[in-house]
T-cell receptor, first 113, second 113 residues
């Protein structure tokens, strides 16, 4: 029972570098989302997807890109990392209809120097 | 857009004492309400949820929450806390159209011996 798998668990980048945070789920969930967690600010939605080929912006999308080519995978791309993107990133998935439980990955701790 | 307010950023409490973590939401339409718990260096896990029916909802680990529509609140309670309940707790809301979550800023529960 893998659930939601995020890789890597930790990453250190230099300003300006690019990278992709991976997220995969094996529950056939339509809805997937990316959050960032910063102290005192809870979880803020970056991007979300309601199915393969469909993505939309959340509260804090600037500096991040996503795509959803399959139901299982929802990678998050940082095109040019900035220190303000230092955070813990969580991927979550659920069935699309409201009221369903969101299942979270273990998180990726990213530091941008 | 929805908003979720968790009034207390930190709640210190002694072991075996009761605790209440407060959550208020803003919405003019029906919502679904959730409490998630995050233990150190882990992802979020569901504690309980309210979809409809009885306004008193029981969750895991002895927690319960009461939905109060007139006060737009969904406070979390436990009659007797344990050291192992030390964690951060997040209130969240979604609507019935689809499963876009709005999270509060979190409450850190610190249980002291």
């Amino acid at each position: 029972n893998a659930g939601v798998t995020q890789t890597p668990k930790f990453q250190v980048l230099k300003t300006g570098q690019s990278m992709t945070l991976q997220c995969a789920q094996d529950m056939n969930h339509e809805y997937m989302s990316w959050y960032r967690q910063d102290p005192g600010m809870g979880l803020r939605l970056i991007h979300y997807s309601v199915g393969a080929g469909i993505t939309d912006q959340g509260e804090v999308p600037n500096g991040y890109n996503v795509s959803r080519s399959t139901t299982e995978d929802f990678p998050l791309r940082l095109l040019s990392a900035a220190p303000s993107q230092t955070s813990v990133y969580f991927c979550a998935s659920s069935y699309a209809l409201g009221g369903n439980i969101q299942y979270f990955g273990a998180g990726t701790r990213l530091s941008v120097l | 857009a929805q908003s979720v307010t968790q009034l207390d950023s930190q709640v210190p409490v002694f072991e075996e004492a009761p605790v209440e973590l407060r959550c208020n939401y803003s919405s003019s339409v029906s919502v679904y309400l959730f409490w998630y718990v995050q233990y150190p260096n882990q992802g979020l896990q569901l504690l309980l949820k309210y979809l409809s029916g009885s306004t008193l909802v029981k969750g895991i680990n002895g927690f319960e929450a009461e939905f109060n529509k007139s006060q737009t609140s969904f406070h979390l309670r436990k009659p007797s806390v344990h050291i192992s309940d030390t964690a951060e707790y997040f209130c969240a809301v979604t609507r019935d159209n689809f499963n876009k979550f709005y999270f509060g800023s979190g409450t850190k529960l610190n249980v002291k011996p």
